[in-house]
């Protein structure tokens, strides 16, 4: 089932502490997408790159924007786009990034190295994610890191 940015999915209520249910907690694409990134950050740190920023956008419409920009310990700057899907019923994460998605991701980078007077390698990650998140990592999910996944050629 897909969800525009402006639906939502309610999850389970909890019970409190005098066993009334408390309110459903509303989950959303974009808090689904902001706990992929933070998994994805957090396997990619546990890997040995080096966190720099998330979410750089280009100014403007029609730009791009990176999820998460990394340094490897040997200098090179990665540039990450993160997939989740819960289920692969449309093709997965993986399935869902399209040469004018690449193309946004490259355009993004370009504007972002502008501001080096001496431009750093870089390469293209892609860390998918599979399965169901909740706030973190849960069983269900697997991370799976592309190293180099596609270039800016």
């Given at each position: 089932?897909?969800?525009?940015?402006?639906?939502?999915?309610?999850?389970?209520?909890?019970?409190?502490?005098?066993?009334?249910?408390?309110?459903?907690?509303?989950?959303?694409?974009?808090?689904?997408?902001d706990a992929a990134?933070?998994?994805?950050?957090?396997?990619?740190?546990?890997?040995?790159?080096?966190?720099?920023?998330?979410?750089?956008?280009?100014?403007?419409?029609?730009?791009?924007?990176i999820d998460l920009v990394m340094r490897?310990?040997?200098?090179?700057?990665?540039?990450?786009?993160?997939?989740?899907?819960?289920?692969?019923?449309?093709?997965?994460?993986?399935?869902?990034?399209?040469?004018?998605?690449?193309?946004?991701?490259?355009?993004?980078?370009?504007?972002?190295?502008?501001?080096?007077?001496?431009?750093?390698?870089?390469?293209?990650?892609?860390?998918?994610?599979?399965?169901?998140?909740?706030?973190?990592?849960?069983?269900?999910?697997?991370?799976?890191?592309?190293?180099?996944?596609?270039?800016?050629?």
């Open positions: 089932m897909w969800f525009s940015r402006k639906q939502a999915v309610n999850v389970a209520p909890k019970s409190t502490a005098g066993g009334a249910a408390a309110l459903p907690k509303q989950v959303t694409t974009k808090s689904r997408g990134e933070s998994a994805a950050r957090a396997y990619l740190v546990g890997a040995g790159l080096r966190w720099i920023e998330s979410n750089y956008r280009t100014p403007g419409r029609g730009g791009g924007e490897v310990p040997d200098g090179t700057l990665v540039f990450v786009e993160v997939r989740q899907r819960s289920s692969a019923s449309h093709g997965g994460a993986g399935a869902s990034i399209s040469a004018v998605k690449q193309r946004r991701i490259i355009f993004a980078a370009r504007h972002y190295l502008m501001r080096f007077a001496s431009l750093p390698p870089c390469r293209f990650d892609v860390v998918l994610v599979h399965g169901a998140l909740s706030g973190g990592e849960s069983p269900q999910a697997t991370i799976e890191w592309l190293p180099a996944a596609f270039d800016a050629s």
